[in-house]
């Protein structure tokens, strides 16, 4: 490979600023562009504002508090932030609890009164606020524990053992013993002080979080069964006393499922009973695994609202439970042939998704793909009618509802595919009142009196901010931060035009262009192929890929023209933009990237044999893809820690898409690039850090044998030791793009 001179580029701070840059100074990413702030979050009596930023060269944070009276910022030490009491959105609570250094702490937020219990010597956790904020549930081990905030007072409430005995302790008891023997246990438990509580046991092992309804009558436990698997290994090279030391990480791909039991608990009668889902839509005859989300109790009714998915994620079940019964009412099912997903909705075991009571507890909201796209619906308990409540070729992103119920507030991209706007949704008369949408993407927190709402803000060319302003006037607003450098602040950054093209099979797809001045134009292209799938890149607002972004503009400076490109697959263009790669990863995804080459080729006077691709992760799967199925189509590409065998990938995002190796082998097999390296004949460059604990380095090194064995040529890898999945020290963000930048001066000039 050609050794093109490149970090010879001339810094000059003069009157009209930057005027080349440097890769060396851009692949320190926040150290170059400034450190942006971070989760805006309101104090609990509105008054301040506090965020955090990560020190540009270190993974260590700082901390800041806003007064909006005093229109003064100050830096906050680690002890301060945790001592922070913090509104949360939504939330009707008269106490704000929380544990700190072993005590339960209570706020009171008519008051502003702090109270502290020094209750614990073993760990406790699980608060949940009980008897209209008079009692807080609290759970220890399997244990669960009832406090009473006004005379400081704890009793036992139940705690759960399994009847089968387990593996001896270390000091040699035994679960029998502590079964048997009243003061066993009391020994156990002698650091607390608390009652024992009064022991149920049960035929299975409880799992999580116990969660108990308002009134503390009703426990629900659950049952977990994972099905065996073998954790990978992560060797660290380099490492203070030389040797080298193994990791554990996730497993592969699994050819079982997980699946969940959910037990319902009266305390008032005793009684356990297992819910019965076997009257769902599609269950089938045949049992299915069963994930099941967290219940959302109704505050005045003996109800609660479950999410259930199957575990191959491809039917969704929203059930009313009658805690007094055990009986369960199907009110909605959602069925998608390829998986259940899109935003607000349940998809992996822990994203939960838009879901909840309305002030009547007759009447709940959640999001569905039904139209195509995800929406906003409710749905009358009673009658069973289901109502849209938004609806169009767009999605909704967030959902809050308002404390009185009257309305919701939106995050959705309604007037762009590439832009997050701020809405405003009145229920009575099912009007959308835009309230930030100016172009770019708003991250929005309400103040606890809804009047107010501190946000971040970015475009295309200018990083997150923070800014604050009333719901009334939010064209009124103030800035609150101003963390971008200078050097940065002075270099004319191009905004990157948003554009679509035709696919080949006539569906519509955005892209972001950077383009070169003309009299710099050299003919040639590079496509970059964003990572993680589900993600979007070709919009109006702040890059993730802030390094990208910058190196892109450096590259348009040498000539080059720049196409970022939201293949099939991507987030923010519905369910069939989503589900578009079912079953064969590299099919339909990477003929976009071939049908974007068409575009630029056709219409921006590319050459067709100077175009280059390039990304990592999922972006670095698609370049194999490419450079291994479609030969000589791209003159040149760079994989970025890619994956080359999706069996050797996580089960959870994995099996989404591709169902498992034993019920889908084919799918695996036409999606994994190492089934298709001997068609490589394209120049490659394969870039790799090897303590990846995502997409872990054997994945390149099997890849890499695979090369060896065929006997492939102009093909080269560079490693990174001390690097995972996304790297950290810029004397590695700037080799590997120094030769990525490399490879294109040779191959695409």
């Avoid at 299975?204 to 503390?216: C, K, N, R, S, Y």
């Avoid at 394209?682 to 790799?688: K, S």
């Avoid at 303590?691 to 044998?705: A, G, K, S, T, Y």
Wanted: glycine share 6%; with cysteine; net charge negative.
């Amino acid at each position: 490979m050609k050794i093109t001179v490149f970090l010879a580029f001339v810094l000059c701070l003069g009157a009209k600023g930057l005027a080349q840059l440097q890769l060396d100074q851009i692949m320190r990413g926040p150290g170059f562009v400034g450190a942006l702030p971070e989760s805006p979050e309101w104090s609990v009596d509105g008054k301040l504002i506090y965020y955090w930023k990560k020190h540009p060269d270190s993974l260590q944070k700082t901390y800041y508090c806003h007064d909006l009276s005093q229109k003064q910022t100050k830096v906050l030490s680690k002890n301060e932030w945790q001592d922070r009491w913090v509104w949360t959105s939504g939330a009707d609570q008269l106490n704000y609890l929380r544990l700190h250094d072993q005590k339960l702490q209570c706020l009171d937020t008519k008051t502003q009164q702090i109270k502290s219990y020094p209750l614990f010597s073993n760990a406790i956790w699980n608060l949940q606020v009980q008897n209209k904020a008079q009692t807080v549930v609290f759970q220890q081990d399997q244990s669960l524990f009832v406090f009473d905030l006004q005379n400081g007072s704890a009793k036992s409430l139940v705690s759960y053992q399994k009847l089968t005995p387990v593996k001896r302790a270390s000091d040699g008891l035994s679960q029998t013993e502590l079964e048997f023997f009243e003061s066993v246990r009391k020994q156990a438990l002698q650091s607390t002080k608390f009652d024992l509580p009064t022991v149920k046991f049960i035929s299975f092992e409880q799992q999580g979080a116990l969660q108990v309804d308002p009134t503390a009558r009703f426990v629900l436990l659950k049952e977990e069964q994972q099905p065996e698997e073998k954790a990978t290994e992560v060797p660290h090279f380099i490492s203070a006393d030389a040797h080298v030391y193994n990791e554990k990480a996730r497993s592969k791909v699994m050819n079982e499922e997980p699946s969940q039991r959910l037990f319902l608990h009266d305390l008032r009668s005793d009684s356990l009973v297992e819910i019965d889902f076997s009257g769902l839509t599609q269950m089938n005859a045949e049992e299915r695994a069963l994930i099941i989300h967290p219940a959302i109790f109704a505050k005045t009714k003996p109800l609660a609202l479950l999410d259930i998915r199957s575990a191959d994620n491809k039917d969704r079940w929203i059930v009313c439970l009658e805690l007094e019964t055990g009986h369960i009412k199907q009110l909605e099912h959602q069925h998608d042939s390829a998986w259940i997903g899109g935003p607000g909705i349940s998809s992996w075991n822990f994203e939960t998704g838009t879901l909840g009571w309305l002030r009547d507890a007759q009447t709940i909201y959640f999001q569905s793909e039904a139209s195509g796209y995800s929406h906003l619906y409710t749905l009358d308990l009673q009658s069973q009618t289901k109502l849209a409540l938004t609806s169009g070729n767009y999605e909704v992103h967030q959902v809050l509802l308002a404390k009185d119920s009257n309305s919701f507030y939106l995050n959705t991209n309604l007037n762009h595919p590439g832009a997050r706007s701020f809405h405003q949704l009145d229920l009575k008369k099912l009007e959308i009142k835009p309230i930030l949408s100016e172009l770019g993407a708003y991250e929005v927190q309400l103040s606890p009196d809804e009047k107010q709402l501190a946000y971040r803000f970015s475009t295309s060319t200018q990083p997150w901010e923070i800014f604050t302003c009333s719901l009334k006037n939010p064209k009124d607003q103030v800035q609150l931060t101003k963390s971008t450098t200078e050097v940065f602040r002075t270099y004319p950054w191009q905004k990157p035009e948003v554009l679509s093209f035709k696919g080949s099979d006539g569906v519509e797809v955005y892209a972001r262009m950077y383009t070169p001045k003309s009299q710099n134009k050299n003919g040639a292209a590079v496509l970059f192929v964003h990572g993680a799938g589900y993600l979007q890149n070709a919009h109006h607002y702040w890059s993730y890929y802030q390094r990208e972004f910058m190196f892109h503009q450096m590259l348009i400076d040498k000539g080059y023209t720049v196409l970022d490109v939201d293949y099939r697959a991507s987030e923010g263009y519905g369910r069939d933009y989503r589900t578009a790669i079912y079953r064969h990863m590299g099919g339909r995804d990477l003929q976009d990237f071939v049908d974007a080459k068409q575009f630029l080729v056709s219409q921006h006077g590319i050459d067709s044999n100077r175009v280059g691709i390039y990304g990592g992760s999922y972006g670095g799967f698609i370049t194999l893809m490419g450079l291994f199925t479609e030969p000589g189509t791209f003159a040149c590409g760079a994989a970025l820690r890619s994956v080359t065998d999706w069996a050797h990938y996580n089960h959870e995002y994995t099996t989404n898409i591709l169902n498992t190796p034993k019920v889908d082998p084919e799918a695996y097999r036409q999606s994994s690039p190492i089934y298709f390296a001997e068609g490589l004949q394209d120049p490659l460059l394969i870039l790799h850090g090897m303590i990846d604990d995502n997409v872990q380095f054997q994945d390149v090194v099997r890849l890499n044998q695979r090369l060896i064995e065929l006997g492939k040529k102009d093909w080269w890898m560079a490693l990174y030791p001390v690097e995972r999945h996304g790297f950290e020290y810029t004397s590695s963000w700037t080799d590997e793009y120094r030769r990525i930048f490399e490879l294109f001066e040779t191959y695409l000039k």
